[in-house]
């Protein structure tokens, strides 16, 4: 374990060796699941880079004493700069890469990572959400991603490749962070004291994906019971789409009902994605278990799944994947749902996708 963080090892040791053989790169790009802790990883890395306690060309953990450390740790860090998406925001704006009109290149992230360091020898800036870059802010970027000031480190977050431009991959180093393993999930949840009991934290695990923000949401009594009740309702017997539009409508609604004012959108929305994931995650079950092969360990405590033929649950698995992605181009939620479930019913109960599935695809 590095710094508090579990189930990396293999990046931690990629950064080592790159360290140690100076051979760190300018720009990555962190891609991987939601909550498996490449926010966290980044901040401690920065940290160990900026270290002033650090030898040269080794990454080890930091001194927590110095006042590189000390500022740090508090969140104003002078080499530092964190650039993520702002509260009730769809996209990351331009403003914050090069600021806004008034003051284009005089401030923002390429203004400031391009200054000397006022501590050390290096600059991190940390991109989040890097799936909401737009056109605009993703072109801000790239002569900063192309000509890196000397000593700066780019690190932009995000979830998949297919969610970045292609000339934000072709000019940095993925680095891939997979699915935590159920052991660590639960553990971390009785750590976070997220929940009491080492049952709810086994059986919170098991249906987490490998990500400790779907395992936190999940926590929520209410929505575990509602997963467990639709779990059931996906395969070829007992699949009724006018019934599940029904019960997802009401249940993606009444996360608008509980948030604060200004947020429902984003809950609605955040509640739809994970419905969403939980049954893509529920369908590659389904083809793992149609191969007789072992599933891998994000899925391997999810209750069993009805074994289905490859091209059924492969189809299924694309239906849950495409409406991920329509719902980030902001598809209208109802209709999504709607055409979702349309789809799966075609798939499920038919055995293959209709073409009119097929084209909506």
Known sequence: MWQGIDGHDSVVEHFRQSVSHNRLASS????????VGKRLFAGQLAQSLLCGSQAPQQL???????ESCRLHAVGNHPDVDVVSLPAGKRKLPIKLFVGDQAHRHQEGLCHNVSLRPMLGKRRVAIIDDADHLTTESSNSLLKTLEEPPPGAVLILIGTSRARQLPTIVSRTQVIRFEPLAPEIVRNL??????????????RLASISGGSMERASELADAQLGQWWERLLPQLTTSRFDSRRLTTDLTEFVNQAGEEAKAGEEANDRRRRLRLVFQLAGGHFRQALFAGCGARPPRSLAGLPPAEPSTAETALAAIDCCLEAEIALDRYANQATLLECWLDDLADILVAGSPSDRALKRR
């Open 28 to 35: 990555y790009l962190f891609l991987g699941p939601a909550g």
């Open 189 to 202: 949840l009785l750590q976070k004291e997220i929940v009491a009991e080492p049952a709810d934290a086994e």
């Open 60 to 66: 080890a953990a930091p001194c927590d004493s110095c």
